[in-house]
């Protein structure tokens, strides 16, 4: 069945350091594929999307560029802030008729020190 | 805020017992969806209503429940609770249904605890 499988935390970085969060799937056909983040105590947020091959997503800094060849969706930001510091989950949605649902990896847990 | 409203936000009961969650989506939204997040086994997709009827079943126990209401308002029902089910529940919902391109928006969770 559809999976996703990112790289396991925590992550601890420095603040202005460059990030990256792997994330490779497994599904049939073109998926959409998601990063979302939640912040502590909240619930889960979009960060950013890509609904097709070589599409490349970007928000708030952060980016992932949907790799087909590679099934891979690799979350990236060049300089982190204290900030960014939340779980971040990979997640794609796999093509159902008349139905939707996400399929989520397990969740980064991202530390950035000042 | 996503405009998704879930309640209570945090809920203690014991084993055997049974509870409501509940999930108001956001405005003009037709689908809802129910997410189970724990600790082992993450975030799972549990159950999606669009405009009142089941449309897609994920990894949901037989001992838990759902449905959506004319006014769109969606509740889970989890009963004989055991403490495996201890987990924060999300809610979220979009405006589509389909296979489209519409983003799901999420609620701040119900955090369940069964004692």
């Known amino acids: 069945g559809d999976s996703v499988t990112q790289m396991e935390g925590p992550v601890t970085l420095s603040e202005e350091a460059f990030l990256t969060i792997n994330c490779t799937y497994t599904a049939t056909g073109y998926p959409s594929l998601f990063w979302y983040v939640q912040y502590p105590g909240e619930g889960l947020q979009l960060l950013l999307k890509?609904?097709?091959?070589?599409d490349k997503g970007s928000n708030k800094g952060f980016e992932a560029t949907y790799r087909k060849e590679t099934t891979s969706f690799h979350l990236e930001k060049g300089s982190v802030q204290v900030s960014d510091s939340a779980v971040y989950f990979c997640?794609?949605?796999?093509?159902?008729?008349?139905?939707?649902?996400?399929?989520f990896g397990q969740g980064t847990r991202l530390t950035i020190n000042p | 805020d996503s405009g998704v409203t879930q309640t209570p936000k945090h809920l203690i009961t014991a084993t055997g017992q049974r509870v409501t969650l509940r999930c108001s989506p956001r405005s003009g939204d037709l689908s809802v969806y129910w997410y189970q997040q724990s600790l082992d086994q993450g975030l799972q997709f549990l159950i999606q209503y669009y405009n009142g009827e089941e449309r897609a079943k994920g990894n949901i126990l037989e001992r838990f429940s759902a449905q959506q209401f004319p006014d769109l308002h969606s509740e889970l029902n989890l009963s004989s609770l055991e403490l495996g089910d201890s987990a924060l529940y999300f809610c979220a919902s979009s405006v589509g249904g389909g296979a489209g391109d519409t983003e799901a928006f999420f609620g701040q969770g119900t955090r369940l605890t069964v004692v």
């Open positions: 890509a609904t097709k091959a070589d």
């Open positions: 997640a794609l949605r796999p093509i159902i008729q008349g139905a939707q649902k996400l399929v």
